[in-house]
C-alpha cells in the first residue's frame, strides 16, 4: 500500500489570492488524480496528472485556474488561482500504479476562501 | 461518459444487523468496482473492491457482489458495529480506464 500526505491540511484564505496543495507519495505512483468534495458530498475529478504529459482535465475544470504539476512519480501539486468563496471546498489528491488496482487517497486540505 | 448511481443516501441499523449499499454504472466497459469507507476528517480508505470476472469476494465481515449483465454492484456487511458508521463510497472505472467515478455516498449509522 502507498501513503499519500498532503499539505497543508488546512487553510484560510483571502479571494483573490492563490493556494499552491502539494501530495507526497511514499513509493512510484503511475496515476495520480486531484478531486474536490464538498462537506456531505461525493467527489468530483478535478484532473488526471501523468508524468511527463499535461494534466487532462474534466470538464468544468480549466489548467487556468487549477494548474498542475506532476514534476515525477512521487510528487505532484495543484493550484487554486485567483479564488473565490465558491472554491471552498475539500481537496484531495490520489494515486495508483494503474487504474483497476486500489487508488490510495491523502487526508484532504481543507480550504475555507473569505 | 460514466455515472454511478448509490442508494440508499442514508442507512441506520442496529448494531449486530446487516448494512447493504447498492450501487449501478453505466458504462459496460467498467472492469474496476472498489469500494471505499470515509471518516469525517479524513479521506476515502479502500475496503474492498472488485474486478469484472468475479461476481462476489468476500473480507470477514464486508463481502461485495457484482451483477455484469445488470451492471450493478452492492456491498454488504455484516454483523455491523458502531465503527462501521462512516461514509461509503462506491466507484467504477470509466472507460477509458484513466479515473474512478464515484457515486454519492451512503452515510450509514450503527447505533448500538
Known amino acids: 500500500s502507498a501513503v499519500i500526505s498532503q499539505k497543508p491540511s488546512r487553510d484560510i484564505c483571502q479571494r483573490g489570492t492563490s493556494l499552491t496543495i502539494q501530495c507526497q507519495v511514499d513509493?512510484?505512483?503511475?496515476?495520480m488524480f486531484w478531486y474536490r468534495q464538498q462537506p456531505g458530498q461525493s467527489l468530483t475529478l478535478i484532473a488526471t496528472?501523468?508524468?511527463?504529459?499535461?494534466?487532462?482535465?474534466e470538464s468544468g475544470f480549466v489548467i487556468d485556474k487549477f494548474p498542475i504539476s506532476r514534476p515525477n512519480l512521487t510528487f505532484s501539486t495543484l493550484t487554486v488561482s485567483n479564488m473565490s468563496p465558491e472554491d471552498s471546498s475539500i481537496y484531495l489528491c490520489?494515486?495508483?500504479?494503474?487504474?483497476?488496482?486500489?487508488?490510495?487517497f491523502g487526508q484532504g486540505t481543507r480550504l475555507t476562501v473569505v | 461518459g460514466e455515472n454511478v448511481e448509490q442508494h440508499p443516501s442514508t442507512l441506520s441499523v442496529q448494531e449486530g444487523d446487516s448494512a447493504v449499499i447498492k450501487c449501478t454504472y453505466s458504462d459496460s466497459a467498467s472492469n474496476y468496482f472498489p469500494w471505499y469507507k470515509q471518516e469525517l476528517g479524513k479521506g476515502p480508505q479502500l475496503i474492498i473492491d472488485i474486478r469484472s470476472n468475479v461476481g462476489e469476494k468476500k473480507d470477514q465481515r464486508i463481502a461485495v457482489t457484482l451483477n455484469k449483465t445488470a451492471k450493478h454492484f452492492s456491498l454488504h456487511i455484516t454483523e455491523t458495529q458502531p465503527e462501521d458508521s462512516a461514509v461509503y463510497f462506491c466507484?467504477?472505472?470509466?472507460?477509458?480506464?484513466?479515473?474512478?467515478?464515484f457515486g454519492k455516498g451512503t452515510t450509514l449509522s450503527v447505533s448500538s
Open positions: 513509493s512510484q505512483v503511475t496515476m
Open positions: 466507484a467504477a472505472n470509466n472507460q477509458a480506464g484513466t479515473a474512478l467515478i
Open positions: 496528472a501523468n508524468q511527463g504529459s499535461e494534466a487532462t482535465y
Open positions: 490520489s494515486g495508483t500504479p494503474n487504474m483497476d488496482t486500489e487508488a490510495f
